[in-house]
């Protein structure tokens, strides 16, 4: 029991760090934890691991506000899925993305290390019908 409260925790901080680097537009953290074949959903497509570094380089995406929900966490072996809800105040490509969102992460233990394989946001509230999800 203990391995897995010390797992679960040092998923959950994971999860917060991703959060606060990508409000803070920060490329080299991403690429550092991410796992080389990650890839995301959401209003930016899908985008693998380069093309979202390429769009948080570009400042083509950010975060003015990112706000979350205590992170909840589901552990199936070497794979753990991490969900919250965000609020978000934000552009994706121009695109306004602000609202609030439906998060899903999923991690994978490689080596030793707890890495996300990638994520995906769905709209739960959007100021207007023309916005799509943004990338998580």
Known sequence: MKQY?????????MEKECLRRWQESEAAFTEIVTAEDY????????RTKVERLKLLASGDLYCQLLEATEPELRLYGDLAVVTAELKISGQCEKQDVSGVYQHMRIYALRRGEWRPLGGKLAALEAPNSNKRAACA
């Open 5 to 13: 409260a010390v797992t679960t925790h040092a998923i959950r901080e």
């Open 39 to 46: 890839v995301v959903a959401g209003l930016c497509d899908n």
